[in-house]
């Protein structure tokens, strides 16, 4: 669509410059073993228009969650539609509701979207259902990079946070590369912290940009009332460190390639009575 102002986008960028130096990154839970990724900056002065006209798809893992979906999808069209930068940005969003059935599979789910959504993409976002963009980066992104900076529930200290979910980018065929994540990750965690070990087993980077996003309040599935582990994530726990302790084997010999799925049905969404043909919602069943 709308053609891109490079010098106001140029402009923009140079207010954010102290953004920039957010040091170096972990992943939170890595079974005792603690690797730490130097966190580069995506964010420098330039800007190539070639970065808002690559095709972007966004994948929204989703079960259950209708007040969220029905926030974010007309705030993301808007969104994308308002920002002076990112309406350039060719994009579709493809909601990937998992069949109920067997428990919630984040990680396959979302490689069933990417499966579904890629041919017609450069690039793919990952985007919880629950975190609505209040300034986001959603350009063309070169190595896998979180558009999330500030923003994340329950994030213990104020400094940027860490996670490696929410909002997570990466190039079409760095996706294919690592095999996507893990399908075998069922009920809540560990899936992402996964495929940080692809992204590093792979000697891909990975950075993070400057985001703002306004999580949604939800209960926090992965615990009990105590606040503990419970029974599903000490399920994902020890499934992610008998991975581990494979070393290099336990990760990406299974994932996007080994997936078995079916897409029962895809709709278009509507907004106020009208059909968004870049939002399509499928729903699928993981076998
Ligand atoms: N999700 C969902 N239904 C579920 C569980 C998860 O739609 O029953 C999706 C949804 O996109 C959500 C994401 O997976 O934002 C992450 O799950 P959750 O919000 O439970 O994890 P946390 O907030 O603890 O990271
Ligand atoms: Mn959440």
Redesign the pocket.
């Given at each position: 669509g709308v053609e891109l102002d490079v010098d106001a986008a140029q402009r923009l960028h140079r207010h954010l410059a102290h953004f920039v130096d957010l040091g170096e990154g972990a992943c939170s839970e890595d079974g005792g073993n603690r690797h730490r990724w130097q966190v580069r900056h995506a964010l420098d002065f330039s800007i190539d228009p070639d970065d808002y006209a690559a095709r972007l798809a966004i994948v929204?893992?989703?079960?259950?969650?209708e007040q969220?979906l029905s926030r974010l999808i007309p705030h993301l069209v808007t969104f994308f539609e308002r920002d002076r930068l990112a309406r350039a940005i060719p994009y579709e969003i493809h909601i990937a509701e998992q069949a109920p059935g067997r428990p919630?599979n984040?990680g396959a789910i979302k490689n069933a979207g990417f499966a579904v959504a890629h041919a017609n993409a450069d690039y793919v976002v990952f985007h919880?259902?629950?975190?609505l963009p209040i300034w986001a980066d959603y350009s063309l992104v070169h190595e896998p990079t979180s558009l999330i900076t500030w923003g994340v529930?329950e994030e213990s200290s104020e400094g940027p946070s860490n996670t490696p979910?929410?909002a997570l980018a990466l190039p079409v065929d760095d996706f294919v590369r690592i095999n996507g994540y893990s399908n075998d990750y069922w009920e809540?965690g560990f899936e992402d912290v996964d495929l940080q070990q692809r992204i590093r087993l792979a000697g891909l980077g990975w950075s993070r940009r400057p985001g703002t996003f306004m999580p949604m309040p939800?209960e926090?599935?992965?615990v009990t009332s105590e606040g503990k582990a419970n029974s599903g994530t000490q399920r994902t726990r020890a499934i992610y460190l008998a991975k581990g302790a494979q070393g290099t084997a336990g990760f990406g010999g299974e994932g996007l390639s080994t997936l078995g799925f079916r897409v029962e049905r895809t709709v278009q969404w509507v907004r106020n009575g009208v059909p968004l043909p870049q939002v399509l919602h499928h729903h699928i069943v993981l076998e």
């Open positions: 929204i893992p989703y079960r259950d969650r969220h919630f984040r919880d259902v629950d975190y529930q979910g929410c809540w939800h926090h599935h992965g």
